[in-house]
């Protein structure tokens, strides 16, 4: 019988001991990223694998590196690209990604002899259907070089929408 | 309730004797006594962590036979190991266990390596138990919140996940993803470890071990918890033996089997600890194993940042496109964090493996739960499933 009471204050105790521990919490501040009121700061995403992106070539912010080939296109597990070689030297006339297929596995990326590819830091892509996930890399090198407008290398960080400030994360 | 004809939203059927519901329920009530209620638990049951589906013939509160029914999650990945060469394979490991996917990415990788003699570097060695370890720890946390998400308490997933998203932060520095990574290459890894990586994971393991105390007051010691798992669903050595059951599973039946220890790969020679054992075989023991294992991998952890050697991550001549295995059959197993993860692999000396097979732990430990969960309580067996750390796309496959 006073087992019992004993016990059952015990239990009581350690019920009061984690409503404190709540409690603290509680009053702490908060811990989350409030997306879209507030973004996950570039450097956070200095890694991270977002949709595939061509890099340019040293001379000129528009043209890319890609020699056509075929190099990533055999090592895709996905079947994810399309490169079709252009009239006339190396360079490729269509370069297209199906963001949709891809599982981000870095194999085109390692297996490239050029070094023409990377992934970019979009986390903030969103697509209504399917076929706006297959991008036309070409077109997206040309309109960054366009944006950039100077710095051969310029890599853009992750585009936060526009008016919200980063918060600081890690 | 028998004789209504009633079915409600929870999935009880007036059964016995009729043929409603699919081909599993009907086989199984064929052998249920009359008067007996036959419950599906899933397979989108929020207590099923996934689409495991489970068939229980109840006697009032009671489950007097429980069967598992698998394959919702099937994904053929063993097929599509014979399709594709070993290095259009590999992101399909981070796939298979979402939780742990960096055992498998060995397990795999280690296979192929064993097959074709190739010795990663020491440094890649290193960094493979390095964050192995951080993805033991971000498993078993994941368990934690999920598993006491089960017994009712709502609130600790959300401090596990705390911890968890620290851990995937870190983890993505290197590997590039937050949840299915493919790390491991054949002959070493993708990515070096930079400063800020080490730096983060040092600040870690201390900050994780303030948060264990936190845990202690907030759930371990709480009555609530206490009564519902002490006691609750014993499983002994000789039932884990019997269904092959590894892992927590087992080191809570009171048998120190730790592959890290039994047949070290990598570095874990080289590594100070110590499988965690010891505990009572019921709910509660497989509860603290996981525990006192989050503290041994940060053990193990604080040890490869020290010891990282300088050095090359990648062999001289890392395996080409066209790379082919040698003729020849391999087993190569390595401790997830749900017990042994194995992959046998079968090469006819083509580009393409000619058989793979993924030994998943959560399969056998699945298996033994019809066993356990006989006689119990139904919530009783909710905590049984919820203590065995189930992951069903690798029970699955």
Not at chain 1, 46 to 55: D, I, K
Not at chain 1, 80 to 100: N, T
Not at chain 2, 167 to 172: E, G
Not at chain 2, 315 to 329: L, R, S
């Amino acid at each position: 019988m006073l087992r019992a009471i004993i016990d059952n204050l015990k239990g009581l105790y350690s019920l009061l001991v984690g409503l404190s521990i709540t409690g603290r919490f509680l009053l702490s501040p908060q811990r989350t990223v409030h997306y879209p009121r507030q973004v996950v700061a570039p450097e956070s995403l200095a890694s991270f694998r977002g949709p595939l992106e061509l890099v340019p070539s040293a001379d000129d912010p528009a043209k890319t590196r890609c020699i056509s080939c075929q190099m990533c296109v055999r090592a895709c597990p996905d079947n994810c690209l399309k490169v079709v070689k252009g009239e006339g030297g190396k360079a490729p006339a269509v370069w297209v990604y199906d963001f949709s297929l891809c599982c981000l596995c870095a194999a085109c990326v390692e297996a490239c002899p050029a070094s023409a590819l990377r992934f970019s830091h979009k986390v903030y892509l969103t697509a209504l259907t399917r076929d706006e996930l297959k991008l036309d890399l070409l077109a997206d090198l040309k309109a960054r070089a366009a944006k950039a407008a100077g710095g051969a290398d310029a890599r853009p960080p992750a585009q936060p929408p526009a008016g919200l400030e980063p918060q600081a994360r890690l | 309730m028998s004789g209504l004809g009633f079915i409600n939203p929870f999935g009880v059927r007036e059964l016995p004797g009729t043929t409603t519901g699919d081909f599993y329920t009907a086989n199984f009530a064929q052998k249920a006594q009359p008067g007996r209620v036959i419950l599906n638990l899933g397979p989108q049951h929020p207590s099923t962590h996934g689409v495991l589906r489970i068939l229980a013939e109840m006697e009032g509160e009671y489950v007097w036979r429980a069967e598992p029914v698998l394959g919702y999650l099937h994904r053929m990945h063993e097929r599509m190991a014979e399709v594709k060469t070993p290095q259009q394979f590999l992101p399909n490991m981070g796939r298979v266990d979402y939780l742990h996917p960096l055992a498998w990415n060995w397990a795999y990788v280690g296979a192929v390596e064993k097959l074709a003699g190739l010795e990663p570097p020491e440094r890649a060695q290193w960094l493979r138990t390095l964050s192995c370890e951080l993805n033991r720890i971000s498993s078993h946390l994941l368990w934690w919140g999920a598993f006491v998400m089960d017994l009712g308490g709502v609130t600790p997933i959300l401090y596990a996940f705390e911890e968890r998203e620290k851990i995937n932060d870190i983890l993505q520095i290197i590997t590039g993803s937050r949840l299915t990574m493919s790390y491991f290459r054949l002959g070493g890894v993708c990515a070096d470890a930079d400063d800020r990586f080490l730096a983060l994971t040092r600040e870690f393991v201390p900050y994780l071990r303030e948060r264990l105390k936190m845990y202690r007051g907030l759930v371990t010691d709480n009555v609530i918890l206490r009564r519902r798992l002490e006691g609750v669903g014993p499983i002994d050595v000789d039932m884990c033996r019997r269904y092959g059951a590894t892992g927590p599973v087992l080191r809570a039946a009171g048998s120190p089997n730790d592959l890290r220890r039994d047949v070290p790969y990598g570095t874990y020679p080289q590594h100070d600890f110590w499988p965690a054992t010891g505990f009572p075989d019921d709910c509660f023991g497989r509860y603290l194993v996981r525990l006192a294992e989050i503290e041994s991998s940060l053990d193990i952890v604080e040890q490869a940042v020290r010891g990282l050697p300088p050095g090359p991550i990648m062999v001289d001549k890392p395996p080409k496109a066209n790379f082919k295995m040698p003729a020849g059959e391999t087993y190569f197993a390595v401790e997830g964090a749900r017990g042994q993860v194995g992959v046998h692999l079968v090469s006819d000396g083509g580009k393409n493996p000619y058989r793979v097979k993924l030994r998943a732990p959560g399969f056998s430990n699945l298996s033994l739960f019809a066993e356990a969960a006989q006689g119990t309580l139904l919530a009783d067996a909710v905590a049984i499933l919820g203590s065995l750390d189930l992951v069903i796309p690798e029970i699955d496959r």
